[in-house]
């Protein structure tokens, strides 16, 4: 008996529905492409839960006969290839037959489609991959598509489909990027009866950029064109200044298509090579016009990834149109505005220390109290060392219980004074005899009896001196470790420690990254942060964590951006609040870079003392502390 069988059309079409259909958002770009490939002016969305219970797409192009209707849902049935040379000669977004097919093997599915010249149109369904009868029917010119119950035979995969947010999140991503890609196409998508866009046709792709993006990037945008024999560029590239901290706003289309392709990636790195801090990524919009006998979109089903017949060459032509357009274009006054108005944590990152000694005092309060709700309603709640400020954002408190240490900017006081006015309180403090600049100094604190001796080198770490060695900390890992604890028992507590903000702070967003943080609103009022939705892609904070108070808002949530994916959703309740508390934690925390006072190393060193069985590792794995033992020293100079 023969153990060899061939699968019968059922099984393979959900073969191939697990290749292409993966979420709903698949669904609904295999069906956008078939209306551009239709010559539709108009495309209209519309979703239920997400597209989860019901994706609709309408649009106006040419439409199909009932004889070409009769063969949407056969498998590799297709209008677009007719022989193998063509597979050579794509001039269209889908030609492999497979999506309807997939589709309705996978849903319960109706198409509804007339052309310009009949006088009625013609309905088609199909129910998890049973084709019905095909009837006559009444319809407007163009063609309808519904999809019901999607994955409702297959419920390994329905159980892996997100939340409303996060599907709609992907569904809205797919949106943009057709919208940015064909300007000249009217786009609308709906939502359970809400408008998210309605997109009338223009004439340049920029008014896109500016709806999805604001008309800030819009303005600063900079054209890049380059024209060869079987290439064309086209597009607009972003200055240095508007960086990201990941690549999801690099927009690659290739005939129309959206791609991802490591080459021009690499060109896009090197053109910016120098004019962007470490793990920052520029913005660009990039169409491309290559010969289709120059490339294959063969490659996978999803058509995402394409192989080039000459990848250097390519590379080769991104680079000099990207490097041409960032040389040639002036700065911008809202270059310079936009470099004045940088916040801490930028200032920080370029090296501009200095700017922000004025807060680092406030950052590490010691004893004092401030009128500050916890997540009860308690107030007189205490600062620790991990309510840092944010000068104007939040309710600020009484700024003369702040005394700022800031070498230079009193040069008529006494340099020791501060020292000195201490000595009652934390333990007595010295200079080193001569010093002037405070990187030169070491401290001595007496505590009970015994020296302690500690100092901060290069601005990101600290030496200090034990009874058996010497350790030498990590001044960023260490204080993230330490807030991460806070904020995990304040939260166990109900005590988060946040304050309601005077003017809640706008962001405005795009539609992927809305709903993105719409998705897990819950997890970040757990942790202090109130959000709630304004319009169809913008959110307002209303409360933010203390721990935070020196990041804007966007600063947050673009970090909260960059750093969670979709496994985090996948895993649960349990790893996103992790997540987001090693978030905070880490954007909360002293930076490398940061020069700390004397008390704010002896605040620190005494929180990782309270915590100790907790502290020999960040949040992300890395050291906080090595320990050099005195025998091991002594070893190491052939003292022993």
Known sequence: MSHIKILPASVINKIAAGEVIDRPAAVVKELIENSIDAMASRIDTYLEDGGRKMIRISDDGVGMDAEDLSLTFQSHATSKLLNADDLFAIHTLGFRGEALPSIGAVSRASIISRTKWALQGAEIAIDGGVLERMKECGAPEGTQVEVRDLFFNVPVRKKFLRTIPTEMAYISEVLTRFALSYPAIHFTLMHNTRTVFNLPPVRETAERIATFFGDEMRNNLIPVFLREELFTLSGYIAPPFFDKANARMQFIFLNGRYIKDSAIFRAISESYHGKLMHKRYPIVFLFLQIAPSEVDVNVHPTKTEVRFRNTATIYNYVLSALKEGLNKSAPKSSATTSFSQRTEKELTKAGDVDFIRGSLWEQFSFGRTSETKDMKGNEDVPLSVSSISNRDTLIPP???????????????????????????????????????????????????????????????????????????????????????????????????????????????????????????????????????????????????????????????????????????YLKGKDTILNKLISIMACKGAIKAGQRLEPQEIEELLKMKESIHAYTNNCPHGRPTTLFFSLDELQKQFKRK
């Open 398 to 568: 009484n700024k003369e219980e702040i005394a700022p240490a800031i070498p230079g900017k009193h040069t008529e006081e006494n340099p020791e004074k501060f020292f000195n006015t201490t000595r009652s309180q934390k333990g007595a403090y010295a200079q080193t005899p001569g010093a002037r600049d405070w990187k030169e100094n070491v401290f001595l604190a007496e505590e009970i009896n015994k020296k302690k001796i500690f100092f901060q080198i290069h601005n990101a770490f600290i030496v200090e001196e034990t009874d058996t060695g010497v350790n030498i900390i990590d001044q960023h890992a260490l204080h993230e470790i330490i807030l991460y604890h806070e904020i995990e028992r304040n939260m166990r507590e109900s005590q988060s420690l946040s304050q309601r903000l005077l003017i809640p702070e706008m962001i405005e967003l795009s539609l992927k990254d809305f709903f993105s943080i719409v998705s897990i609103k819950k997890y970040l009022e757990e942790l202090g942060v109130e959000i709630d939705e304004f319009g169809q892609s913008t959110i307002v904070i209303r409360t933010f964590p203390q721990i935070l108070r020196h990041l804007s808002g966007k600063e947050f949530i673009e970090s909260l951006l960059a750093e969670l994916s979709d496994e985090n």
